[in-house]
């Protein structure tokens, strides 16, 4: 009984196998959360990096990705081994890349010179590692199966995986950041929780690794040069609109994650909210993600789909930029060292009468994630610190005469409706990773219908590239903005800087779904056509490999 290619082409996956490859997208967003939401923030007011100077940087080392993401997909092309093209750069990849991560979150005791010498070395090898085994990584997607709606399946768990890691990463990273750091070194929090996600994540890749198997391969004989695959992909329409969408879609994402940092620190003065905003952000993003399938379902055209999508989040990113700032602080967070005296009346946002008491809280942190209130000793409306240290957070309770209570940490209606409209755009967002993602591997297959090559790797690595570009801007323009209009880290921001801040929160977001909701008008790959081009490519693939 003869056994042809496009049976094992189109072949439906086992659970085992969809989750398994989707745990890989769960490692890398250990890595990519840190990039995308606390690098920037890590840089200027951990290590001490000028904004201006950290935003060149990211741009400057996209140069290095400009060559190592293409190259990688032709590398990953011409890879032949016993495991296959891709899978292989998942099991040998792993550990330098955890290498590669430490090292960019240790903080040497340098110059300011020297800081920047190691910022660039340290986040430039850590992204050529990244290169190394992401572009396989996304690659390994079009060639485990290529019916249509098992590509949906695996872009919706992959994704789902992504942003539920993004949810552990972005709400306790903070904490576990704030609980590692010894006395006196914030920054060897950050270096001990990057070693710990480093860890989970290289047992992730291999994972997916062990899980998962390579089917669609390219037509026999094929023989083709990198030159001729980027010229190819040149000519590929789809793909051209997708790497462009790719981009502002990634620095819509990026705009807000890198700025949300700064916008709790500084316009919300709660930078204990950092860590939850993040979270609630990439938990909304993952229930987005899991919809998906569903909204593929009702609105069939991915480009329709997309559209509808940005156009929700550029509408209610500017609503976002109307809510206001919140009358009272709630809890406080010392920025510096030395004598400190807070008042309660700046955190209730009202005056403690004379028949009222008074109890002040310390929020410390426990099990490395999570923090509570501890009871302080002085019992009046002022608190005196006077051996205060930077990082420490208080709140304050006033009772009435009749026994009613006024707590400071609970959360004011800003900040409430603040939180709501994050929910909100980030649904918006989230099944956008695997809409584009399942459309990358319909242009691949676009690619291969009309000209007989195909280029998978390249066609994910530049897609791949098209991202990290987006990302290195959005985290550029914020530092370059926050530079441009006076910035100083761990500094109270006022006039344009904070204005700036929100800005970048809000409406600079919103700008850019606009755009991408433009970019996709051009896009022509209808459901029909993708639907006549699997047909013929499964025709045109029919070749007996055995009996």
Not at 315 to 321: D, E, G, N, T
Not at 420 to 442: E, F
Not at 526 to 543: F, G, H, M, T, V
Request: charged share 15%; aromatic share 12%; glycine share 8%.
């Amino acid at each position: 009984m003869s056994q042809t290619h496009s049976t094992d082409r189109l072949a439906k996956l086992s659970l085992r196998e969809r989750i398994g490859y989707g745990l890989g997208d769960a490692g890398f967003n250990f890595y990519w959360i840190i990039i995308g939401s606390y690098l920037s923030f890590f840089y200027t007011d951990i290590f001490g990096i000028s904004a201006a100077a950290a935003g060149t940087m990211f741009l400057v080392t996209k140069i290095v990705d400009a060559c190592t993401d293409p190259a990688m997909g032709a590398i990953a092309d011409r890879t032949n081994s016993r495991w296959g093209k891709f899978r292989p750069y998942l099991l040998f990849g792993a550990i330098p890349m955890a290498g590669a991560a430490i090292l960019t979150m240790t903080t040497p005791d340098l110059g300011e010179g020297g800081k920047l010498i190691w910022a660039y070395c340290t986040y430039s090898l850590m992204m050529i590692c990244y290169t190394i085994i992401s572009t396989p990584y996304s690659s390994l997607a079009g060639v485990i199966t290529a019916d249509p709606d098992q590509r949906n399946s695996i872009f919706g768990i992959r994704f789902f995986f992504a942003y539920a890691t993004g949810t552990i990463v972005g709400l306790f990273t903070p904490s576990l950041a704030a609980s590692f750091a010894t006395e006196g070194d914030p920054a060897s929090g950050w270096q001990m929780t990057m070693a710990l996600y480093a860890s989970v994540a290289t047992l992730l890749f291999w994972t997916t690794f062990v899980s998962t198997k390579e089917r669609v391969t390219p037509p026999v004989g094929q023989k083709t040069n990198p030159l001729a695959d980027i010229k190819d992909l040149i000519n590929n329409k789809p793909w051209v609109i997708l790497f462009a969408l790719a981009m502002i879609i990634m620095m819509t994402i990026v705009f807000r994650g890198s700025s949300a940092t700064y916008y709790f620190k500084y316009f919300v003065e709660r930078p204990d909210l950092m860590g939850p905003y993040i979270g609630f952000q990439m938990a909304a993003y993952a229930v987005g993600c899991l919809a998906a399938p569903y909204l593929a379902r009702w609105i069939t055209d991915k480009a329709k789909l997309l559209m509808l999508l940005m156009t929700i989040v550029a509408v209610f990113s500017i609503v976002f930029a109307f809510v206001p700032k919140p009358e009272r602080t709630g809890v406080i967070t010392l920025n510096q060292d030395g004598a400190v005296t807070l008042q309660a009346e700046t955190l209730l946002g009202e005056p403690v009468a004379n028949d009222e008491s008074v109890v002040w809280y310390e929020h410390k942190p426990y099990l490395k994630l999570f923090t509570q209130r501890e009871v302080m000793s002085e019992q009046s409306d002022t608190l005196s610190l006077p051996n205060a240290t930077s990082g420490r957070a208080f709140s304050v309770v006033k009772t009435d005469s009749q026994g009613t209570e006024l707590d400071s940490a609970s959360l004011p209606i800003e900040i409430i409706i603040m939180f709501i409209l994050n929910v909100i755009i980030s649904l918006a967002l989230g099944p956008k990773s695997p809409v584009a993602w399942s459309m990358y591997a319909d242009a691949a297959d676009y690619n291969e219908w009309k000209t007989g090559r195909r280029a998978t790797a390249m066609t994910f690595s530049a897609a791949t590239f098209s991202q990290k570009l987006g990302g290195a801007l959005g985290s550029a323009g914020v530092l370059w903005v926050l530079a441009s209009v006076g910035y100083s880290a761990n500094q109270i921001q006022a006039g344009a800087s904070l204005n700036s801040i929100v800005w970048l929160q809000t409406l600079v977001p919103a700008f850019f779904a606009f755009v991408a909701v433009g970019c996709l008008k051009f896009y022509d790959l209808s459901a029909d056509k993708l639907q006549q081009i699997q047909s013929d490519l499964a025709e045109r693939n029919k070749k007996p490999v055995g009996e």
